[in-house]
């Protein structure tokens, strides 16, 4: 998710759309969207809770439920190996302990050259982002926390791998050989490229070595399908279409429990439909055959003299892969951002999708007139469809992150600027409310309009982790009777 977000919204609202049966897609029954989800049933109601840490409301939660909050980085925060916890909490990945304590490796969406945080070697040693390890209770008590990856830039999202890693991706292209982003800062200090994924493992340090043929592209999020051995990834390229991939490595990760280089990354397009708009609104039901293209160049170099800004700029190197895919009829997607794998099912949110048609790169409000959609892609059936498309914004707006609970149903983090929800979109086809942002600051400024990000279940299904990124960022843990709500 970037850290430059819309600030104003264009055009009409999207036709309502809904989820739905048809073909692969038998858990998701017909509904039309057309009412806030706010209206839902009254054991749904949410309603201020204390925090279980000091008491104060952070959260409005449904009766029976209760949180604690942990890492906020409003104030200082020092982990056990000497970290100075940075702040950008956003993706985040769940792992059980034999003590039945949860592992949690969770991302710092930092950007720009600078000092990395925390000991040991970095990627690079200008730049500023990477993971923390946290291990706590089921009741959100932190028992140890350390660095686990440092030295990378914008770790967005990642995916949780079945053989107990997270993998963390960067949604940059920035480095030495690349000018500067949307920020204006430059990038000459940096001391390698970036925009690639990185395996961390769930106890213990990463490698600090990227997936160089996973593509070097604005990553967002991934997952895996053990059945193929691909892993999923998404593009949040916010000023410009965004593409879904994947990568198959060159043997399966499932045997030797790490994803190796040296793979092949490819791009999704519609058969028959070459370059088909899928940011723009949708009929429902809107279902489409795929085919997947090659990348043939997936992780440039570009040529840049050592100490000078680098003549090939930041917007032609974060269009670089993703133009080779379109070129071969790669389909158009608005801001690819969270995604997760359910039984043969890869479900991910665009963003911004489902509005009129952009007609060209939007710098300024990011690519996509709509307020969201979600998608599934059937990995046996190779079909994509359409499972949900926002009608307004009151209903949903901007779904970003997005996991599964042990009954399906999926939590969808919002990403706009006034009031973010957790919403659940279950089986059966109904949108309602899990929680609402209500933080206020120590000097009493709301931060409502703080974004929800990391949602991830723990193992057994008992605590739903979820972060608020922001540069005061902090983490929640959640729990409850997710069985009386359809979680």
């Known amino acids: 998710m970037s850290i430059e977000r819309r600030t104003f919204l264009k055009g009409s609202a999207a036709v309502a759309g809904g989820?739905?049966?048809?073909?692969?897609?038998?858990?998701?029954?017909?509904q039309q969207a057309v009412a806030s989800?706010?209206?839902?049933?009254?054991?749904?109601?949410?309603r201020a809770i204390p925090d279980r840490r000091d008491g104060k409301v952070r959260l409005h939660l449904p009766e029976g439920f209760n949180y604690r909050s942990f890492h906020d980085t409003e104030f200082p925060v020092v982990l056990t190996d000497g970290t100075n916890l940075p702040g950008r909490h956003d993706g985040m990945g769940a792992f059980t302990r034999r003590n039945g304590n949860i592992v949690l490796v969770r991302n710092h969406e930092l950007n720009n050259p600078?000092?990395?945080?925390?000991?040991?070697?970095?990627?690079?040693?200008?730049?500023?982002g990477g993971t923390t390890t946290i291990e706590v209770t089921r009741f959100g008590e932190v028992v140890d926390a350390y660095t686990s990856l440092n030295g990378t830039m914008m770790n967005c999202s990642g995916g949780i791998m079945p053989w107990g890693?997270?993998?963390?991706?960067?949604?940059?292209?920035?480095?030495?050989?690349?000018?500067?982003?949307?920020?204006?800062?430059?990038?000459?200090?940096?001391?390698?490229p970036h925009g690639f994924?990185?395996?961390?493992?769930?106890?213990?340090?990463?490698?600090?070595?990227?997936?160089?043929?996973a593509g070097r592209f604005a990553h967002e999020?991934?997952?895996?399908?053990?059945?193929?051995?691909?892993?999923?990834?998404?593009?949040?390229?916010?000023?410009?279409?965004?593409?879904?991939?994947?990568?198959?490595?060159?043997?399966?990760?499932?045997?030797?429990?790490?994803?190796?280089?040296?793979?092949?990354?490819?791009?999704?397009?519609?058969?028959?439909?070459?370059?088909?708009?899928?940011?723009?609104?949708?009929?429902?039901?809107?279902?489409?055959?795929?085919?997947?293209?090659?990348?043939?160049?997936?992780?440039?170099?570009?040529?840049?003299?050592?100490?000078?800004?680098?003549?090939?700029?930041?917007?032609?190197a974060l269009v670089y892969v993703g133009d080779q895919g379109r070129a071969q009829g790669a389909a158009y997607f608005s801001r690819l951002e969270?995604?997760?794998?359910?039984?043969?099912?890869?479900?991910?949110?665009?963003?911004?999708?489902?509005?009129?048609?952009?007609?060209?790169?939007?710098?300024?409000?990011?690519?996509?007139n709509g307020f969201g959609q979600i998608w599934a892609y059937h990995t046996r059936a190779r079909k994509l469809q359409l499972i949900y498309q926002s009608p307004n914004r009151a209903t949903l707006d901007f779904p970003d992150n997005v996991t599964t609970s042990r009954r399906g149903t999926l939590v969808v983090c919002e990403?706009?600027?006034?009031?973010?929800?957790?919403?659940?979109?279950?089986?059966?086809?109904?949108?309602?409310?899990?929680?609402?942002?209500?933080?206020?600051?120590?000097?009493?400024?709301?931060?409502?309009?703080?974004?929800?990000?990391?949602?991830?279940?723990?193992?057994d299904g008992h605590t739903l982790f979820v972060n608020i990124q922001a540069s005061r960022g902090m983490s929640f843990a959640i729990w409850g009777p997710w069985h009386r709500i359809g979680v």
């Open 338 to 368: 969270g995604q997760v794998y359910d039984d043969n099912v890869v479900y991910f949110c665009s963003t911004q999708g489902g509005g009129a048609a952009e007609t060209g790169p939007d710098p300024v409000g990011g690519y996509g």
């Open 415 to 459: 990403d706009n600027t006034e009031d973010n929800y957790l919403r659940g979109l279950s089986r059966g086809g109904q949108l309602f409310d899990i929680a609402l942002n209500r933080l206020t600051s120590s000097t009493g400024v709301d931060r409502s309009g703080d974004e929800f990000a990391g949602s991830t279940f723990s193992p």
């Open 197 to 213: 994924v990185f395996e961390v493992p769930a106890r213990g340090q990463s490698e600090r070595e990227p997936i160089t043929h």
């Open 37 to 46: 989800p706010q209206s839902g049933a009254p054991f749904r109601a949410l």
């Open 165 to 192: 890693s997270w993998i963390t991706c960067e949604e940059t292209v920035n480095g030495p050989d690349v000018g500067p982003d949307f920020t204006g800062a430059p990038n000459v200090a940096l001391t390698k």
């Open 114 to 128: 600078g000092t990395p945080f925390g000991p040991g070697t970095p990627y690079d040693t200008m730049a500023q």
């Open 221 to 316: 999020a991934v997952s895996f399908d053990p059945r193929d051995g691909f892993l999923y990834l998404t593009e949040d390229n916010f000023a410009f279409p965004s593409g879904f991939f994947r990568y198959r490595p060159p043997r399966n990760p499932t045997k030797h429990g790490r994803i190796e280089d040296g793979g092949r990354l490819q791009m999704l397009a519609v058969k028959g439909r070459p370059n088909l708009n899928l940011a723009a609104e949708q009929p429902r039901r809107a279902t489409y055959d795929v085919t997947w293209v090659d990348i043939d160049d997936p992780a440039p170099a570009f040529p840049y003299t050592p100490g000078q800004t680098a003549p090939t700029t930041n917007d032609q």
């Open 19 to 30: 989820v739905f049966a048809a073909g692969p897609f038998q858990g998701f029954v017909a």
